[in-house]
């Protein structure tokens, strides 16, 4: 067990680039999930992936944000057009079961810093 | 929509204390209440709650859960440095196929030597 991965750990970039995160979650994991979170506050969800379908999509996810799950195994969120306020980390966790409430295994994240 | 408070938000004590760590919840199809401890990086699982009254036990640390009053307390006893940490409480809901953590901002726990 490897535990989930993400990459890259950092991330600088100028208002208005895009940029692309990874994760590859526990070997097995069938569900993934991507999280935000900014000082001081708790993880926010921003969409789930059953397998390679994305299920569930927050509404704090605006259209700049998309995230796919290509083969049920590795994923990768991409921020189009970068503002100030995506500045945050962003955190990928992965469960498996055919319960759905399985607890969710977190990777360190890729911390997002917009100049 | 769904709400977890956490308090206090943080806490200061010495090596040695107990501390007891609260969360409340307001979450749609609730089915589970998780503890995590957040140190620089990924929060490390600790505790998933489902049952009230069923306290849940790991080393110096333990939970427990009241589904009537929706909350659940992290207790954790000979408080040690290596505990300094932010702890989240998280309450879990599902949605169709869906089931969506939501989060409390954390208490900050420091414990000094």
């Known amino acids: 067990d490897t535990g989930v991965s993400q990459d890259p750990r950092h991330k600088i970039t100028k208002r208005g680039q895009n940029v692309t995160f990874r994760c590859d979650p526990i070997?097995?994991?069938?569900?993934l999930y991507w999280y935000r979170q900014t000082l001081g506050q708790g993880p926010e969800f921003l969409t789930y992936f059953q397998n390679e379908a994305q299920l569930e999509k927050s509404r704090l996810l605006s259209d700049r944000f998309s995230a796919e799950r290509p083969k049920g195994s590795f994923s990768t969120l991409e921020i189009q057009r970068t503002e100030q306020g995506d500045s945050a980390m962003y955190l990928c966790?992965?469960?498996?079961?055919?319960?759905?409430?399985?607890?969710?295994?977190f990777g360190d994240g890729t911390r997002l810093s917009i100049l | 929509e769904d709400k977890v408070v956490q308090s206090p938000l943080s806490l200061v004590v010495h090596e040695g204390d107990t501390v007891t760590l609260n969360c409340s919840y307001e979450v749609t199809n609730f089915r589970s209440l998780l503890w995590y401890k957040q140190e620089k990086k990924a929060p490390t699982f600790l505790f998933m709650l489902t049952s009230s009254g069923i306290e849940k036990k790991s080393g110096r640390l333990s939970s427990i859960l009241d589904k009537k009053e929706l909350f659940s307390i992290l207790n954790i006893t000979a408080t040690q440095t290596g505990d300094s940490a932010v702890y989240l409480c998280?309450?879990?809901?599902?949605?169709?196929?869906?089931?969506?953590?939501?989060f409390g901002k954390g208490t900050l726990l420091t414990v000094n030597p």
């Open positions: 998280a309450g879990g809901g599902s949605g169709g196929s869906n089931y969506k953590l939501t």
């Open positions: 070997s097995e994991h069938n569900r």
């Open positions: 966790a992965s469960s498996f079961g055919t319960a759905i409430d399985q607890p969710q295994h």
